[in-house]
């Protein structure tokens, strides 16, 4: 593996994950669909994993790469919980536009 | 033994005071009254004791009774004071005091708080010998203001009427002007001689330690003689004393003629060798003195009340005194005090006679023939009209001839105007006179109908007062006077030069009871001979509107003073006090009004949230990294 | 005995009050209040005889906070000024009938709790927390048992609260300055920091801001009226006569030794804001129509003479504010009380509804007028020989201060008198006017015996304070 | 350590228990469970230790907070019984899940590593999602759910991003080596990056200016006991987290750093405040009034050697004002769908005690003596000022004048507007808790060193 990160270089990485982060953020700030939403999170902690990776194999440390396997866990956790919260709106709302949630505000 | 006595003289009154307010209603109107005389005439009897021993030995009894105020310069302590001064002054005050007692138990006898009156005249017998005998300005201060509360609470004796509240308030308030003036003295007297003690200052001001702080002592004695002028109205502060007229009788003769109103002459005696530092401020005095007396006695010259009358004839008599004093005479207003209050005394008893028969009628336009009715009350008033008219032998010629003397000696221009004031006298008291007692009577019927002689209780003070006014320019006979030699030792200085009887003095004398004869002669051509009798309110016209307006000074100070205040006052109740609460509500307000604004911040929409959060991570990141 | 049995008393009775229930409470804390009067007593007795009644405890290690009361002749003063107003105070309230008195007597033990350490902590951090302490009961007592509509009441009460909390708070402040200096809150060390000009500069102005509001100071009076009239009788007497002493109190214990250079710098300054609120109050108080209204402008103008006196920084100047302390406390108490009389029989407080009481009740209108003339300062009166003393001592300073504070003695009078004028005289009331029961006038006279003993015989009084006072102002002048 | 592995076993205890049928026992039994927890707990106290390749370290530090956690816990356990009775089914559910949430809380003061501190911080934002949408059929419930959870793993995205950086510039997870690495000179500027990333997570976590928008809204949306916990021990938990990460990652922290952290003090403190002057909804106005107090707690960032114990004492206090004040509130909103401030008309009459709790826990979170907030503001000021930060101490004393009105106007509205409606009885467990609650503040108002001497 270190071969890959001395052809391609551990910047590489940062910056494609980097820019994963950054479609996810955006993705999250522009999107009002909730699913989407979840995506862009989800590809957010994915562009994380993809970095941890990186940096696990420059580092020549395993650690990070089990670091991934918590956060994906813990992703999936999330999203499930998410996903509960999300069908209990649909089902009393009938929407998953998160614009209709504005009822709590001042 | 001294001690006792001292506390004896002091405490009697005051213990009547409070026996006639405490049990006053229980004992009776008759115990009351006798109670409250006996009081004062306790007073006087130990007054007479000392009186004797200190004119025998000529050493001033001093007795400390306890400590008082302590600053951290000096302190100021509970000590009395006999001296020949404040004994003089103690044998007139229980003297008439006790006359006045006498004549309140029969003229008073119809009021329902007879009882209080008599607390409040002992009350006020208690803090004039307070003012008297204190070793110290503070002591007399506190006698002081006593005296003015007592004066207050008499003038509103019949506190119904809230015309009578109105003037004692005034009477109050103006005194009080006056103390403001009489306190900064005190504190600069005490700044300047670390003492408030008369003796020790007295031995300062021999010692020449004053001489460092001539400037300040002016302003000191200026400020005691504003103190002095609220007190014995005197321009500009007199305004409040014909008011004062509202309350009883009695109370117009003790306090507002005989006794209170000459505290002021009192405390600049006292404090003599002060004031002869400060000539500049003696002239004032003087000045301030001669127009008082002028120009209270150009208002007298029309009034129609027989009280204000002699009100006004107070306050110019006062005015005389004063001039003596400025003049650095103050042998002789001690003298013109003692006659004065002998004749003034004398003459208010006697309206106070006339009020009574008359039951209640002040106005003398009411009034007329009483000679007849009224024998005793109308020769003892004849005897004091003299007195005060300076028609020799009677009391108030040897007084008022040697103000006049003393005047003509030092500055003609005052004499002058007191010479004019002291014809003026002689007319609106030959007036008051004719008025009174001649002609025939112009009441209603039915007063004449009720129209008697007072009961030996009002004439015997009466009486008295009619000798006492008679003789008693004894006191000080120009050439050979007793006073002025009794009244040495308080002087830091010889006492005034006594004018031999030389032809000066005999042609001023001369000149004097002319102009008084003159000034009787004109009252008795307009009011015997013509029969005039002074006409209803409303169609006076001219300047004389403008002296029975007594020159609009009441006006004037109500709209230059008390009017302002009043509208001072409304306008920081009603705009400052709300406009600085809503400063404070204002805080208040705009944090609201932010809150208010700031909750549409928190729209609700998670969209925004996120923004938000987002840009708040890119500034902390940016601001961290990039900005450096 | 230490001195933390007059503080132990009164928590206690606060609580046996609140458990003793309705029907005993005011009796309970009638008793606890004149238990702790004796307790002061036996420690003024103490500190005659020369025995240090102090306490002194480690509270806190970390920040170092002692709980340490100490015992001078000032602090003793205020002491008693509060033990011996406190059972009047109670008892003036017997007439009243509260709708939960357990509470209320519970409360007012309670503030007296900790007025009274305010008036003796000696260590800085104690001092604040009874000071703040104290705002927590009068809060209550005029939220729930005060007058007229309820919601100008909350508005006022809040107002006040919040004024004096934000003041006190700027205090804080500076005692949490002045510790990072000194490394404890103990007054003595507090006294001995050497501070630049500039920390002693703004250290007292956040010590002046807390106490201007308390005393109060104008500009920063808009609190004070409204309270008053507002609070209950009880509350406001609690407020005028010990609460606003423990300002000016302050001032002389904490402002002033601690930051010194500055006072002098500021002093005239200061001087001249507190007889302007003096001229300001005596004016103001002229055309009020509300009786305690008008005596609570009254009270301002006398507590800018007091303050006044504090900053001129004499032993005089002090020393009169001390004296005048006590004599206000005492007249202001008695006063409103006359007012609680008259409301309790007329049920009103507005001026042109009374007047021509005096007839019916010539013994009330004489403790009334008593009254009246100690509060403008009648010689031979309590409250003379402080105002005496603190314009002496104003006039040491600038004569002008002396003529312009002692415009009082006339305006004093004017709206005193014109105030007595229209309650008490005059024709006579159509509405009867009951005579004073028993405890009003066991009150009344109390408070009139103590400003006229003391009036003639303040020695033991100044005797009591003028070494502590000198000690203030050598720390002061060092 | 044991702490970690005894709650874990607790909640599954918990669910188990529903499966056995012994639903009555559950609350007592966890309440018991959680005091044995407790002693234990503390018995570790003055042991300095790390399990698991330093995953896990023991020290004084985590001891004190983990206590505190576990005492909120046990207090909000108490309360539960009460407040499911409508959905007793479920109760064995909403404990455990609160026994879960208190071991992600401990784990995330004990973590030794990083990937500890992540789970622990996802352990209790999931538990919270969770109690935050748990009232199903609530809309409002609903939204808060939703607000929380989006909101909540976004900041989880950045906190992770910050971890990632992190663990690029160091090479480890460790908390010892990114404490060296942190220290030394030669640290990348990534390693910078990530920590502010994490510093904004956290921000976000406790609810700062201007990463604060979510806490309103959820709070007030919220089941009232969830409020409590998030209000009470998330926020603590997280605010004894931050502290201990900035111990580890900003060894020498710098004047930039420091600045930001002033400059989100004096912005949550002032919005916080304002915010909360124009309220109705109690909840709502205690979020906002935990936005202002963790512009207080912030402080404690800019003194890191000194400030443990004042933060500490901070924690408690507020935790301890909030959790008897959230029992008041349980008790004055039960079958109410709102709580708006109106619910407390005449609480005072209805309820005295309940109304005196209230009161004293309001007073003590507006900073007023003898109550402990007062002292956990003073101590914390006081140690800001040790770090020469004398205008966060101006703003903050500005601020505590602003928070009174409005805890006053909840006060006011208990003692004088007219009650609407009859007194309930308050149960038992409330009035346990309340007084308790209320107790052990004022008892540590009076005697602050019981806690500011553990440091």
Redesign the interface.
């Known amino acids: 593996m270190e071969t890959i990160l001395k052809e391609i270089g551990v910047e590489t990485y940062l910056y494609l994950s980097a820019l994963l982060f950054s479609i996810g953020v955006f993705g999250i700030l522009l999107r009002r669909n909730a699913i989407i939403m979840f995506m862009s999170i989800e590809i957010m902690l994915n562009a994380v994993n993809l970095m941890l990776v990186a940096f696990s194999t420059f580092h020549q440390d395993a650690s990070g790469q089990v670091f991934v396997f918590f956060s994906m866990a813990v992703a999936a956790a999330e999203v499930a919980v998410g996903l509960a919260i999300l069908v209990s709106i649909f089902r009393n709302h009938g929407s998953i536009d998160i614009d209709n949630l504005k009822n709590l505000k001042g | 033994m001294e001690t006792g006595l001292v506390l004896l003289l002091l405490l009697a009154p005051f213990v009547g005071f409070l026996t006639n307010i405490f049990l006053g209603k229980q004992l009776g109107k008759n115990a009351s009254g006798y109670l409250g005389t006996l009081a004062v005439i306790v007073s006087f009897i130990v007054t007479t004791m000392f009186f004797l021993q200190v004119s025998e030995t000529k050493q001033p009894i001093t007795v400390h009774l306890f400590d008082w105020i302590a600053l951290d310069q000096f302190s100021v302590n509970f000590d009395i004071l006999l001296d020949q001064l404040s004994l003089l002054w103690l044998m007139f005050v229980t003297g008439i005091g006790s006359l006045i007692h006498i004549y309140s138990i029969s003229y008073m006898h119809d009021d329902e708080n007879m009882h209080k009156f008599f607390g409040y005249l002992n009350l006020f017998i208690f803090f004039m010998i307070t003012l008297v005998v204190g070793s110290n300005l503070l002591i007399m201060f506190i006698g002081w203001e006593g005296v003015g509360l007592c004066s207050y609470l008499l003038i509103g004796f019949w506190y119904k009427n809230q015309e009578y509240n109105d003037a004692a308030k005034k009477a109050f308030i103006m005194n009080r002007i006056g103390d403001l003036g009489f306190l900064v003295g005190i504190f600069i007297i005490g700044y300047v001689f670390n003492s408030l003690d008369f003796m020790t200052i007295k031995q300062a001001v021999i010692a020449g330690e004053a001489s460092a702080n001539l400037a300040l002592l002016g302003v000191a004695t200026l400020c005691l003689f504003i103190g002095a002028a609220g007190k014995s109205a005197q321009i500009p502060l007199y305004t409040w004393l014909p008011d004062a007229m509202a309350g009883p009788t009695p109370v117009s003769a003790l306090i507002h003629a005989a006794t209170m109103v000459t505290a002021g002459i009192f405390m600049i005696t006292r404090l003599n060798f002060l004031f002869d530092l400060t000539p500049t401020v003696q002239d004032i005095i003087a000045v301030v003195g001669a127009v008082t007396s002028l120009v209270a006695a150009s208002i007298g010259l029309v009034q129609n009340d027989i009280k204000k009358v002699l009100a006004y004839s107070t306050v110019s008599q006062l005015g005389l005194m004063f001039l003596a004093l400025g003049l650095g005479a103050y042998e002789i207003a001690v003298f013109h005090v003692i006659t004065h209050a002998f004749f003034k005394a004398c003459l208010f008893l006697g309206s106070g006679s006339v009020i009574h028969a008359l039951h209640g009628e002040q106005d003398m336009r009411r009034m007329g023939g009483l000679k007849g009715v009224m024998k005793i009350t109308f020769f003892t008033f004849l005897i004091a009209t003299l007195a005060i008219s300076g028609i020799p032998p009677f009391a108030g010629f040897f007084s008022k001839d040697e103000i006049l003397m003393v005047a003509f000696h030092e500055n003609k221009a005052l004499w002058v105007i007191a010479a004019i004031a002291s014809i003026m006298t002689a007319f609106y008291m030959f007036r008051l006179l004719y008025l009174t007692f001649f002609k025939e009577f112009r009441g209603t019927e039915e007063q004449k109908h009720h129209l008697h002689e007072s009961p030996a209780l009002i004439t015997f003070p009466l009486i008295v007062l009619g000798i006492l006014s008679a003789v008693g320019g004894a006191l000080s006979l120009p050439g050979n006077s007793w006073l002025n030699h009794y009244l040495q030792p308080i002087f830091a200085h010889k006492a005034h030069a006594e004018h031999h009887l030389d032809t000066t003095a005999y042609m001023l004398m001369g000149i004097a009871v002319v102009g008084a004869l003159i000034g009787i002669g004109m009252a008795f051509s307009k009011y015997i001979k013509k029969g005039e009798v002074p006409v209803e309110d409303a169609q006076i016209t001219g300047f004389a509107k403008t002296l029975y307006n007594k020159y609009y000074v009441d006006e004037t100070y109500m709209a230059v003073i008390v009017k302002p205040i009043y509208a001072l006052a409304k306008f920081s109740r009603d705009y400052i006090e709300t406009g600085l609460s809503n400063v404070v509500f204002g805080f208040g307000n705009v944090t609201e009004e932010l809150s208010m604004q700031g909750k549409k911040l928190q729209n609700g929409n998670i969209g925004f949230y996120l923004f938000a959060f987002v840009f708040g991570l890119c500034s902390v990141v940016f601001y961290l990294f990039f900005l450096r | 005995m230490d001195v933390t049995i007059v503080l132990i008393l009164l928590l206690i009775g606060a609580l046996a009050t609140y458990f003793s229930g309705n029907a005993l409470a005011s009796k309970v804390a009638l008793f606890f209040s004149v238990a702790a009067l004796g307790a002061s007593l036996v420690i003024l007795n103490q500190f005659n005889q020369g025995i240090d009644s102090g306490f002194s405890a480690v509270w806190m290690k970390n920040p170092n906070v002692l709980f340490s009361l100490k015992v001078d002749g000032l602090a003793l003063a205020m002491v008693l000024l509060t033990t011996l107003l406190m059972p009047l105070i109670i008892l003036s309230s017997f007439g009243n009938n509260f709708i939960n008195p357990k509470n209320f007597y519970a409360l007012v033990l309670f503030m007296a709790f900790a007025m009274v350490g305010t008036f003796l902590a000696s260590d800085g951090f104690l001092y604040y927390i009874f000071w703040e302490l104290s705002l927590i009961p009068i809060y209550f007592i005029a939220l729930l048992w005060g007058n007229d509509d309820v919601k100008e009441r909350k508005k006022a009460v809040i107002k006040f609260f919040i004024y004096t909390f934000a003041g006190s708070l700027f205090m804080l402040a500076a005692f949490i300055y002045l510790y990072q200096k000194a490394g404890c809150f103990q007054l003595d060390v507090l006294y001995g920091l050497n501070l630049s000009a500039k920390e002693e500069f703004w250290i007292f102005l956040a010590f002046f801001l807390a106490y201007a509001i308390k005393i109060p100071l104008i500009p920063f009076h808009t609190w004070q009226a409204t309270v008053y009239q507002k609070a209950p009788t009880v509350g406001t007497m609690l407020l005028s006569g010990i609460m606003l002493k423990m300002g000016l109190y302050s001032v002389i214990r904490w402002q002033l030794p601690i930051a010194p250079n500055a006072a002098k710098e500021l002093q005239y300054v200061i001087i001249g804001l507190s007889i302007a609120g003096v001229i300001y109050g005596s004016i103001v108080a002229l055309k009020q129509k509300d009786l305690k209204k008008l005596l609570a402008y009254s009270s301002l103008a006398h507590v800018g003479l007091i303050a006044a006196g504090c900053y001129t920084l004499t032993v005089d100047g002090l020393r009169g504010a001390v004296l005048q302390m006590i004599a206000h406390g005492f007249v202001i108490v008695g006063l409103f009380f006359a007012a609680e009389i008259i409301y309790r029989r007329y049920e009103t407080r507005t001026i042109s509804d009374m007047g021509g009481i005096r007839q019916q009740t010539p013994k009330f209108a004489s403790m009334f007028m008593i009254l009246v003339l100690a509060s403008v300062a009648l010689p031979g009166t309590f409250n003379f020989v402080g105002e005496f003393t603190v314009l002496y001592s104003l006039f040491t300073k600038n004569i002008a201060f002396a003529i312009l504070g002692g415009t009082t003695i006339i305006l004093g009078a004017f709206y005193m008198l014109r105030m007595f004028q229209h309650v008490m005289l005059g024709e006579t009331n159509a509405k009867t006017f009951a005579d004073v029961t028993l405890t009003e006038g066991i009150v009344m006279v109390a408070i009139i015996g103590f400003l006229l003993f003391f009036g003639l015989y303040p020695k033991p009084i100044i005797e009591l304070i003028t070494p502590s006072i000198q000690e203030i102002i050598s720390v002061i002048s060092k | 350590m044991n702490t970690l592995i005894a709650i874990a076993v607790l909640g599954v205890i918990c669910l188990l228990a529903e499966i056995f049928n012994l639903r009555k026992a559950i609350v007592p039994v966890m309440i018991v469970g959680l005091l044995a927890i407790l002693g234990m707990t503390m018995t570790d106290f003055g042991v300095t230790e790390s399990h698991y390749n330093n995953m896990i370290v023991v020290n004084n530090f985590t001891v004190t907070f983990s206590s505190l956690f576990i005492v909120l816990t046990i207090f909000l356990v108490t309360l539960s019984h009460n407040f499911y009775q409508e959905q007793a089914t479920k109760i064995s559910d909403f404990i455990s899940i609160k026994l879960f949430l208190l071991a992600g809380a401990v784990s995330m003061v004990s973590f030794g590593n990083?990937?500890m501190f992540?789970?622990g911080i996802?352990v209790l934002?999931?538990a919270l999602?969770?109690l935050a949408?748990s009232d199903?059929?609530n809309?409002?419930s609903?939204?808060?759910?939703?607000?929380y959870?989006?909101?909540g793993?976004?900041?989880?995205?950045?906190i992770?991003?910050g971890?990632?950086?992190i663990?690029?510039a160091v090479?480890?997870?460790d908390m010892e080596m990114i404490y060296q690495a942190s220290n030394s000179a030669t640290t990348v500027?990534w390693f910078?990056?990530g920590v502010?990333?994490i510093?904004?997570g956290m921000?976000?976590k406790i609810a700062t200016v201007?990463?604060h928008?979510?806490a309103?809204?959820?709070y007030?949306?919220a089941p009232a006991l969830t409020t409590a916990t998030m209000s009470t021990l998330a926020k603590v938990t997280a605010m004894a987290t931050f502290f201990k990460l900035n111990m580890a990652m900003n060894g020498n922290m710098k004047f930039?750093?420091e600045l930001?952290i002033v400059i989100v003090s004096i912005a949550s403190m002032t919005?916080g405040n304002?915010?909360?002057?124009?309220?109705n909804n109690i909840k709502?106005m205690l979020a906002f009034s935990g936005i202002s107090h963790a512009g207080f707690m912030v402080m404690a960032l800019l003194n890191l050697e000194n400030a443990t114990?004042s933060l500490f004492y901070y924690t408690v206090a507020y935790g301890l004002a909030g959790i008897a004040a959230f029992t008041v509130i349980l008790y004055a909103c039960k079958g109410k769908d709102n709580e708006d401030i109106e619910n407390f008309n005449g609480l005072g009459k209805r309820s005295p005690l309940m109304a005196m709790i209230l009161t004293a826990s309001l007073?003590s979170m507006a900073g007023?003596?003898?109550f402990s907030g007062?002292f956990a503001k003073?101590?914390i000021?006081?140690s800001t000022?040790?770090a020469g930060w004398?205008i966060l101490?101006?703003a903050g004393?500005?601020n505590?004048?602003?928070a009174?009105?409005y805890y006053?106007?909840v006060i006011?509205a208990m003692?004088?507007k007219e009650a609407t409606e009859e007194a309930q009885k308050v149960p038992f467990e409330f009035y346990i808790v309340a007084v308790v609650a209320m107790g052990l503040n004022i008892a540590i108002g009076l005697f602050?060193?019981v806690l500011?001497?553990l440091f």
């Open positions: 990083l990937a992540f789970l996802e934002s999931i999602y969770i949408g199903r059929l809309m409002k609903n939204e808060a759910g939703m607000k959870f989006l909101m793993s976004f900041a989880s995205g950045i992770l991003f971890i990632a950086l663990y690029g090479g480890s997870f500027d910078y990056i502010s990333m510093t904004v921000l976000f201007p990463f928008f979510w309103p809204d959820v007030e949306g930039e750093y930001v919005v304002i915010m909360a002057l124009r309220q709502r114990g007073l007023i003596p003898i007062f003073f101590f000021l006081n000022l040790q004398l101490v101006i004393v500005i505590s004048m602003i009174v009105y006053f106007r006011s003692y004088t602050p060193s500011m001497d």
